[in-house]
């Protein structure tokens, strides 16, 4: 069995693959509340795989109302070294069509609304986010893409915006001046949280719709989005698919960026002023630091 859990969260038309072996659903408990949903423990051609619906099955969560430090918590929990993250979203550039994939490298984060750190009032933490993408991940998910047939940009700025409302035109054109490529709402904080959790992140945005900027295809419709959004779907079972096909002849080693190992340079708490109850809190996402 190779050291690879991948955790991927994203829609439930994923859990559909052929091939997928020692299938359960489990629920795990964390302290700050409840995640989307169980969580699917499987495996495919020897690779550990937890899958998380984001939305719930069935969609039954607002971006707004997903408890993202839930989530993280609980993929640590299940055991993840590594998060895919597979994302409907907007495009903010005319190269960037509906049914394009594009490997993010950036976040521009415009959400207000959400708790967007494990480190609260008790135990302050600050990881660096320059670089918020696994690059070895995220090369490896655009090749496994790619060799799917499916077009593949590479490197780009994901815009997360607050939601559930599209955005207006005069937003739209803004995020297009500040040189954003695509809008979403569930990136953020999901990206920090997962670097405070030490768990090396890669988003592959699926290009739904042109957001409303363009001046050829209108308004955002939901109907129109759901029907790219059922194609998508099929290409990102083929691209997880492929992927575990690479990542289970390539052996895993620690991430060259030093994801794992971030808070080791992030605490500035005293140790005599931490928190207990925060500490304990901590205990999956910093455990290897604070024990």
Known sequence: MSDWVLGIIGGSGLYDMDGLENTQWIKIDTPWGEPSDEILFAELSGIKLRFLPRHGRGHVLSPSGLNYRANIDAMKRAGCTDILSLSAVGSLKEEYKPGDFLMVD?????????????????????????????ERLSNLAGDAAQSAGIEVHRGGTYLAMEGPQFSTRAESLMYRQWGCDVIGMTN????????????????????????????????????????????????????????????????????????????????????????????????????????
């Open 188 to 291: 953020m904080p999901e990206a920090k949280l997962a670097r405070e959790a030490e768990l090396p992140y890669a988003t592959v945005a699926m290009v739904t719709d042109f957001d409303c900027w363009h001046p050829d295809h209108g308004n955002v419709d939901v109907a129109q989005v759901i029907e790219v959004l059922m194609g998508n779907a099929d290409k990102a079972r083929q691209t997880v698919q492929r992927l575990i096909e690479s990542l289970a002849q390539t052996p895993r080693t620690s991430c060259p960026q030093g994801i794992e190992t971030c808070l080791d340079v992030a605490m500035i708490t005293s140790p005599d002023k931490r928190d207990p109850k925060l500490i304990a809190k901590l205990d999956a996402v910093a455990g290897r630091v604070l024990s």
């Open 106 to 134: 950036q976040f521009i984060d415009r959400t207000f609304a959400r708790e967007k750190s494990f480190f609260t009032n008790g135990m302050t933490a600050h990881v660096s986010m320059a670089d918020p993408i696994c």
